[in-house]
């Protein structure tokens, strides 16, 4: 069936390994202007997936810590990650203040928490992730996509997961 989307698809994820372990795994496949959108309530898990998407782009997790009031972190692994947190935010032109547009155009992939804050913060393509509590110890990631960039990493993420260890839910 090539050439049909992959997304919506959806992972459950039953320990807080498990959540950082998908991190890692799209982290590790991240490439060059890249963007991931993080949606879902507190306490739902973004920043610990977040930091395991860190680790996996290569990053040393002492360097990361959660952006919520810096609003955008940038770091440096086997490719630069900007790390943003809209959470605070309350207008398009607080978004710009930090000079979040800018690093969009400057090398690396993006990795945006409470991405719909701001509307229009998110590229056409973007792939996005809603973690949502089922329980808990449980957490559903739901992931969409919504161009061709966006879709190759959800592929690559897809194959890394295939390829990793028992510990990533199937």
Do not use: C, N
């Not at 060059?32 to 973004?46: F, N």
């Not at 952006?67 to 972190?73: A, D, F, G, H, L």
């Not at 329980?135 to 997961?161: C, F, N, Q």
Request: charged fraction near 20%; hydrophobic fraction near 40%.
């Amino acid at each position: 069936m090539a050439g049909l989307p992959l997304a919506p698809i959806s992972f459950t994820s039953r320990e807080t390994e498990q959540t950082a372990a998908l991190g890692r795994a799209l982290g590790a496949v991240l490439e060059e202007h890249d963007y991931v959108g993080l949606r879902g309530q507190l306490g739902a898990g973004k920043t610990l997936f977040s930091r395991g998407v860190a680790e996996g782009a290569g990053v040393p997790l002492d360097d990361v810590s959660s952006p919520t009031y810096s609003i955008v972190q940038s770091y440096s692994g086997r490719l630069r990650l900007h790390h943003a947190d809209l959470y605070r935010l309350t207008s398009d032109a607080d978004l710009f203040s930090t000079g979040y547009y800018d690093l969009l155009e400057e090398p690396g992939a993006f990795l945006v928490e409470w991405v719909d804050q701001i509307a229009g913060a998110a590229p056409d393509d973007a792939m996005r992730i809603s973690i949502e509590v089922t329980s808990p110890d449980a957490r559903t990631m739901r992931v969409t996509t919504s161009g061709p960039k966006s879709e190759a990493l959800l592929a690559r993420w897809l194959e890394a997961i295939a390829a990793g260890t028992s510990s990533l839910p199937g």
